[in-house]
């Protein structure tokens, strides 16, 4: 989807803009693999598992309501705000390690955030069906003007794609409040002691830069579509 050639043999040197995203995404993707590995063989000493303590919080919070359900694949946790269900990985669900309350707390942050009417968070729940929208449309138009040399397309299709951006602006510090609540839960709740904050804080942190690095490539891809258009400066022929 990136464009990488303006024709056949016509190599397109703005993917260059990419590469520090491309870099930071790689660097994020291996932190959080490894850095969730590490603490999943960590034992939390309160003994409970990640179902275990999310239900808890929900309860502690007159959430009794939201269930949490176990779900397929590896660090597919999430709270889905349509249906109000907490859905966490096997790794997590069943899981007593650090890695596993701390991803459970996370998701247990989100469910507040949407209880609590957290501004940011309903604005990203508003955003979502443009954002997929924009997303499906803005590489097909743009494609379409610079081929047919229509530059008024070519700039619709990086209009389209400025809302995807403006998801990821927005979900980046919704997902840094719901780290901040995960441990303020656990600590308050004495699922985790004092020793055990700072590694359950590395794990989430990891988590983190998948989102900085998912950022940093919205901004850096709709600048690289920007000069492809013509939007900032004379397009390449």
């Given amino acids: 989807m ?14 260059m803009i990419l590469i520090p995203a491309i870099l930071l995404a790689g660097y994020a993707q291996i932190k959080v693999q490894s850095t969730f590995a590490q603490y999943s063989s960590i034992a939390a000493r309160s003994g409970l598992t990640g179902a275990q303590v999310a239900r808890g919080l929900l309860d502690s919070n007159r959430l ?23 859905r966490l990985s096997r790794d997590v669900y069943q899981s007593n390690s650090l890695a596993a309350l701390g991803v459970a707390a996370h998701e247990v942050g989100h469910v507040l955030q949407d209880e609590h009417g957290y501004i940011l968070f309903n604005m990203r729940s508003l955003i979502v069906p443009l954002a997929n929208i924009g997303s499906r449309l803005s590489f097909p138009l743009l494609f379409l003007g610079l081929i047919m040399r229509n530059q008024p397309l070519a700039r619709i299709g990086v209009y389209a794609f400025a809302f995807a951006v403006l998801f990821q602006l927005v979900t980046l510090p919704v997902e840094l409040n719901a780290s901040r609540r995960a441990i303020e839960l656990l600590s308050a709740n004495g699922y985790i002691d004092t020793e055990e904050v700072r590694p359950t804080k590395k794990v989430l942190r990891a988590a983190a830069l998948t989102y900085v690095a998912a950022t940093l490539m919205a901004i850096l891809q709709f600048l690289r579509l920007g000069m492809l258009s013509g939007m900032f400066g004379r397009r390449r022929d």
């Avoid at 397929?72 to 907490?86: C, F, I, N, Q, W």
Wanted: net charge negative; charged share 20%.
């Fill in 2 to 15: 990136f464009l990488f050639m303006m024709s056949p043999f016509h190599f397109d040197p703005t993917m």
């Fill in 64 to 86: 009794g309501d939201v269930p949490v359900e176990m779900t397929g694949g590896m660090l597919s946790d999430h709270y889905d705000p349509r249906t109000k269900v907490l």
